[in-house]
């Protein structure tokens, strides 16, 4: 069974650096696209990158380069996002989403919360 | 970038009804579109990929057809359970992008 769990929520102060999780199994993890996907409260859904484990391709939104880094480790078949100086804009709930067939997400992680809040 | 524009942004709909979502790329992204399901506290759910494949699992009543910059999701037969958000998103390039979403209200 693909499953994709990420790890808990997050409560930061601005300017602080974060790196959110997103454990993968039941599946060949060099196989798939890894992307990330952004949700503001009350808001939509936003796509911010994807990563290729297999060579660590990795292509971002306009809207968040330079802002975020996704990686991810083939050994422990977990991919990451990660913020150096967090801002209060970047408050919402993360969700890591594997592509299948056709590119398209086809499983998804639960959601990480990150508050950032002075 | 690909814009995506989903129409309408809201819609009221009765259990048994057959509703439509129209989902409009900026650009020809082919086949490459994908709808998504999401309800209050959940995450995401595929419901049709390339446009028109239904995924595993997913109910006989949710259909989607389109190409090159229009398509559409038809829900035939409302259930309960299928008031939620709906999205649509083309894989045809990155940055993959997604329409604004539907909330389908009772």
């Known amino acids: 069974e693909v499953q994709l769990v990420q790890s808990g929520a997050e409560v930061k102060k601005p300017g602080e650096s974060l790196k959110i999780s997103c454990k993968t199994s039941?599946?060949?993890?060099?196989?798939?696209?890894i992307a990330w996907v952004r949700q503001m409260p009350g808001k939509g859904l936003e796509w911010m990158g994807i990563?290729?484990?297999?060579?660590?391709?990795?292509r971002y939104s306009p809207s968040v380069q330079g802002q975020v880094t996704i990686s991810a480790d083939k050994s422990i078949s977990t991919a990451y996002l990660q913020w150096n100086s967090l801002q209060a804009s970047d408050s919402a709930m993360y969700y890591c989403?594997?592509?299948?067939?056709?590119?398209?997400?086809?499983?998804w992680g639960q959601g990480t919360l990150v508050t950032v809040s002075s | 970038d690909i814009q995506m524009t989903q129409s309408p942004s809201s819609l009221s709909a009765s259990v048994g009804d057959r509703v439509t979502i129209t989902c409009r790329a900026s650009?020809?992204?082919?086949?490459?579109l994908n709808w998504y399901q999401q309800k209050e506290g959940k995450a995401p759910k595929l419901l049709i990929y390339?446009?028109?494949s239904l995924q595993s699992g997913v109910p006989s009543r949710f259909s989607g057809s389109g190409s090159a910059t229009d398509f559409t999701l038809t829900i035939s037969g409302l259930q309960p359970e299928d008031f939620a958000t709906y999205y649509c998103?083309?894989?045809?390039?990155?940055?993959?992008?997604f329409g604004q979403g539907t909330k389908l209200e009772i």
């Open positions: 989403v594997r592509e299948g067939r056709a590119s398209a997400g086809d499983y």
């Open positions: 039941g599946y060949t993890f060099t196989n798939n696209w």
């Open positions: 990563i290729y484990p297999y060579d660590s391709d990795t």
């Open positions: 650009q020809s992204v082919s086949s490459s």
């Open positions: 390339a446009a028109s």
């Open positions: 998103q083309q894989s045809y390039s990155t940055p993959r992008t």
